[in-house]
């Protein structure tokens, strides 16, 4: 059974929605650890097997390291079907390929320049900033309800997955805030709520007295 390293209320989170979406939470080990978040709070956990201490991370049924949450999401939706995501060499499959590096590649690091409140032209040249990244979505959407179409996929749930994080960061697009909401509609909100309650009593549980 492929073990994920997550801790609550974090961008692993996501990972866990997708498993809940796809009914396969029960076919991963999720193993809940600490981090040390943003605000400084925290502590590294020994427990998790991430090179740097951070979250999601996935070993495989073969013991092999998966990083980087479209990395693991990616692999996971192949593992159990793509029931999330065009088949290889259909039809959108590189446009799904090319939301999903997206979010590494320019997303996440336009979004926490923004909210850190960095400017440096070699930021803005190499990554562009969420104005452009508003752009690019409202493009991307036009008249679909989800980023390839009819079809909610994982595209969809990691990059909606920085503004249910960050909603004030969202753009200011009817387009885009549309988007969100119909993304956030199609998960569980009661039992992925539930299930974060769960996994930070366990970490308090395994804390050093």
Request: aromatic share 8%; proline share 7%.
């Amino acid at each position: 059974m492929p073990k994920l390293y997550h801790s609550p209320q974090s961008r692993s989170s996501r990972v866990i929605s997708q498993l809940m979406l796809m009914g396969k939470l029960d076919a991963v080990d999720v193993i809940c650890v600490e981090i040390v978040k943003n605000d400084g709070s925290g502590r590294r956990d020994p427990k998790n097997a991430h090179p740097e201490g951070k979250v999601p991370f996935l070993i495989t049924d073969a013991g092999e390291e998966i990083r980087e949450s479209a990395a693991i999401m990616m692999y996971l939706d192949e593992l159990f079907g793509q029931p999330l995501s065009p088949k290889v060499g259909a039809a959108q499959r590189g446009e799904y390929l090319s939301w999903m590096t997206y979010y590494g590649g320019v997303l996440e690091p336009a979004l926490v320049a923004q909210f850190s409140g960095l400017d440096h032209p070699a930021l803005v040249g190499t990554f562009r900033t969420m104005v452009e990244v508003a752009a690019q979505l409202e493009s991307g959407l036009k008249d679909k309800p989800f980023l390839l179409g009819a079809e909610l996929t994982v595209a969809d749930l990691i990059m909606a997955s920085a503004f249910q994080w960050a909603p004030h960061l969202t753009p200011d697009s009817p387009v885009v805030k549309a988007w969100v909401d119909r993304v956030s509609a199609a998960l569980d909100s009661g039992a992925m709520e539930e299930f974060e309650v769960k996994a930070q009593q366990m970490i308090k549980l395994s804390e050093p007295a």
